[in-house]
């Protein structure tokens, strides 16, 4: 199990130091009880309605690890855009506040899910020709949020990252060359955290040996200078115009026109 501090909200220098060194930290109490209550019904409704929908076997990450799919049109990851406990640490780790948000979603394990491959969440988008810079090479180019929706435990399918491979040119290893201290760097940290997390840095799902579903939501953003577009998390003009001035800024290039 990693050795992990849990930072404050208001820890914002701190958390940014951490974020750049490790490729993640942990922010505690990200969610108030009312935000995290609302985020667990969403993400109890989606699962039921996927797992009725796909059966364990034919799940899209392996046998009962599923992705919730794009969501941020629900409220309750709408919710997720701008929280005051997670942007001044973005902004911190960016230097400037005109970030973007690109889309919400997240994954859940069910009981007898294995082990996920180590991965990154981003390819060399750069396909420098000469090959001296890499996506590797860069400041961090994509964030993504994740909340625990249950308390993260080794025996419920917890998330296992390896620090510092954000910056890393190595090939991440398949699951038979991976190391067994890799296998137990599992990231257990509380329900209504954030796990804000450079998308580069390897990570995978464990074992979920428990009798609990384990699921985590999601809000992703994009550095000023990086673009993300996915057609498929558009949001309608009437959701959009219901946003936050905060939200909208930040979802500007979401909205469908």
């Not at 130091?17 to 409704?45: C, E, M, N, W, Y």
């Not at 930040?250 to 909205?255: F, I, K, P, Q, W």
Request: hydrophobic fraction near 40%; include cysteine.
């Amino acid at each position: 199990m990693l050795d992990i501090e849990l930072v404050d909200p208001t820890e914002i220098d701190k958390a940014a130091t951490i974020f750049h060194q490790d490729g993640f930290v942990v922010v505690k109490d990200a969610l108030s009880p009312d935000q995290h209550s609302l985020a667990q019904k969403g993400a109890a409704r989606v699962i039921a309605e996927q797992t009725t929908a796909v059966p364990l076997d034919e799940a899209n990450r392996g046998f009962a690890r599923y992705s919730f799919g794009p969501q941020l049109h629900h409220p309750e990851w709408l919710q997720l855009i701008d929280l005051p406990t997670v942007l001044p640490i973005l902004e911190k780790i960016w230097g400037r506040p005109n970030f973007n948000c690109w889309g919400g979603g997240g994954d859940y394990s069910l009981p007898g899910a294995k082990i996920q491959k180590l991965h990154a969440d981003i390819s060399d988008e750069l396909a420098d020709p000469h090959g001296r810079v890499t996506i590797m090479d860069l400041p961090t180019p994509l964030v993504v949020v994740n909340f625990p929706m249950v308390d993260f435990k080794v025996i419920n399918g917890a998330t296992r990252f390896v620090r510092g491979t954000h910056r890393s040119r190595e090939p991440i290893p398949d699951l038979e060359e991976e190391p067994e201290w890799m296998k137990r760097s599992v990231l257990c940290g509380p329900a209504g955290s954030a796990i804000i997390r450079d998308v580069r840095c390897w990570h995978g799902g464990t074992e979920n040996r428990s009798e609990e579903i384990r699921p985590m939501t999601s809000v992703g953003y994009a550095a000023p200078w990086f673009c993300r577009y996915r057609e498929e998390s558009q949001l309608p003009r009437d959701i959009y115009d219901s946003l936050s001035e905060r939200a909208k800024a930040l979802t500007r290039l979401m909205v469908a026109l």
